[in-house]
């Protein structure tokens, strides 16, 4: 028998590891997903790579993933209200195995996960769009109504969120009109209210661009702004907050799901399991990109008391009955509010 070198043993050994850890996990995520602190342990845990690609907005995922080949993407995280277009698209697998007995119930979101009783995603975050604030700069008093949060008394010192559903949610909010029961008729009174917003605001502007803007002092009021724009930097700045108005604001969730068509089905799951387990949860809650509640209540145990005070833990009973979810319309009406949007943008 021939005997190879030490060193060609060694050499061959390694690259037999390497192969075996050549398994990778394609995720087409939002970039709270991007953080170290988050994958590293599935990938530690399973020996595997998870290649990740932020993406934001549904429109872009939904397009990326469209002129992809099946298997090219394991993993996708989506709005909630939009699981039924990914459906619909043919884009998400049914999803079982996945226990969401630990959640709180008000975001279980069985209606907006599944569809014709099957289960295609989980809820795996969520939290307010509302009202941000440099408490500094305004009188937090004014911040408790939407009719004074963007008011001319603060002309020029507003920054918008710029995303249409959530902003259009809040105007309906503050004209009385619920978020569920939007309809064509509104658009004229939705519309008026977003022009006297958009008629005192400096920016319409992203996530980064708004969390930057209000951060510098260039705005003092962000719009559809929460827990998620000014939580990552409580630390430095405990002067920038957010509040729930006297209103009511707009609650959003995040689902995720394994698309149809992977080549690895069991790793995939294992990686929303993993994402929605307590410790999953806990590292997503507090995610160097964005920070906001996790879906799973038992995620609180792996949360320090300062964490849960940030992400106002024990107010969520209140806030969660006193929010109202991302208005769902059909295709008709999602084309109207979006003209409505590009109008608003254009003033």
């Not at 060694?10 to 990778?24: D, K, P, R, V």
């Not at 907050?241 to 294992?270: F, N």
């Amino acid at each position: 028998m021939t005997r190879l070198p030490a060193l060609l043993l060694c050499s061959t050994a390694l690259t037999a590891t390497a192969a075996a850890a050549q398994e990778e996990l394609n995720a087409l995520v939002w970039c709270d997903h991007t953080d170290p602190a988050l994958i590293e342990p599935f990938e530690q845990a399973h020996n595997v790579k998870v290649n990740l690609r932020e993406y934001e907005g549904t429109g872009a995922a939904l397009a990326l993933l469209d002129q992809s080949r099946p298997g090219d993407w394991d993993v996708l995280v989506i709005d909630g209200i939009d699981v039924f277009r990914a459906v619909e698209a043919g884009i998400l697998a049914p999803l079982d195995g996945v226990s969401t007995e630990d959640f709180f119930p008000e975001v279980v979101m069985a209606e907006n996960n599944s569809v014709d009783g099957v289960m295609y995603a989980v809820t795996e975050k969520f939290g307010y769009n509302t009202i941000s604030y440099n408490a500094d700069k305004v009188d937090p008093a004014d911040m408790e109504s939407l009719a004074t949060a963007w008011s001319d008394k603060y002309q020029g010192r507003i920054s918008i969120y710029d995303y249409y559903l959530p902003v259009m949610g809040l105007a309906a909010i503050a004209g009385g009109i619920p978020t569920a029961e939007i309809g064509a008729d509104d658009m004229e009174a939705i519309g008026g209210t977003l022009s006297a917003m958009r008629g005192n605001a400096a920016s319409v502007a992203g996530v980064v661009a708004a969390q930057t803007a209000l951060a510098t002092g260039e705005v003092d009021i962000v719009v559809g702004g929460g827990e998620w724009l000014t939580a990552v930097l409580a630390g430095d700045q405990p002067n920038l907050t957010w509040t729930i108005p006297a209103e009511g604001a707009v609650r959003w969730a995040q689902s995720i799901g394994v698309v149809a068509g992977t080549e690895k089905p069991d790793l995939a799951k294992e990686f929303v399991k993993y994402i929605v387990s307590p410790e999953g949860q806990a590292r997503l809650a507090t995610s160097s990109c964005f920070w906001g509640m996790p879906a799973n209540a038992k995620a609180g145990e792996f949360l320090t008391d300062e964490q849960k005070a940030v992400l106002r833990w024990d107010n969520q009973p209140d806030y969660l009955a006193r929010t109202q979810l991302y208005p769902a319309p059909d295709a008709d009406l999602d084309v109207e509010m979006q003209d409505l949007w590009l109008e608003t943008l254009q003033q």
